[in-house]
């Protein structure tokens, strides 16, 4: 995959990230963590990133958005499934746009290089969660008109739940 859009008038364009950019991707990761007030949640590393998100066996992918060619932002996003519909859906776990680049179209170009690879991947849903008092992202996403899920109430366990469990 390159690049997954039409560069515009202002030299937007969405890109697979390679390997040279895990320590983009961590500061962005970085910088979001302290947007969402989390910054001491961050515990990945360079290293992690390139295990995760480009080893061979790699089951998280990441975008890159540049504009005229400097990083403004990433996107990560991985595959679930819908046993009721029998198809895969696409999960993005994070999105971020650097403040200098945010209102310029680039949360926008990134929303659809995403949906251009659901849709070339014959995905039946396109999912995210948003931080309840995010209103300018909640704005955003039903301007692109997501609905939000009112049913279903997220779970988590965390790595050491998960050992717990497993172990129990």
């Known amino acids: ?3 997954l859009t039409n560069k515009t008038a202002s030299e937007l364009q969405v890109r697979a990230a390679t390997s040279d950019d895990a320590a983009t ?3 962005f990761i970085t910088e979001l963590a302290i947007f969402e007030k989390a910054e001491n949640e961050v515990l ?4 992690l990133i390139n295990q995760t998100l480009f080893s061979a066996d790699a089951k998280a992918h990441a975008l890159i958005c540049e504009k005229a060619g400097e990083p403004i932002g990433f996107a990560v996003y991985f595959y679930n499934y ?4 029998g198809k895969y ?6 999105l ?3 403040p200098a680049a945010r209102r310029t ?4 170009v990134i929303f659809k290089a995403l949906a251009k690879i659901a849709a070339a991947n014959n995905c039946g849903r396109f999912e995210w969660s948003v931080l309840d008092w995010n209103e300018p992202a909640i704005k955003f996403y039903q301007a692109l008109g997501a609905q939000a899920k009112t049913e279903w109430i997220g779970y988590r366990l965390t790595e050491q739940q998960i050992k717990a469990l497993a172990n129990h």
């Open 96 to 98: 971020y746009v650097t």
């Open 89 to 94: 859906g696409l999960y993005l776990e994070d």
């Open 1 to 3: 995959m390159t690049d």
């Open 82 to 85: 819908s046993t009721w519909l």
């Open 25 to 27: 991707i961590l500061q």
């Open 44 to 47: 990945t590393s360079v290293e």
């Open 105 to 108: 179209g680039a949360g926008k």
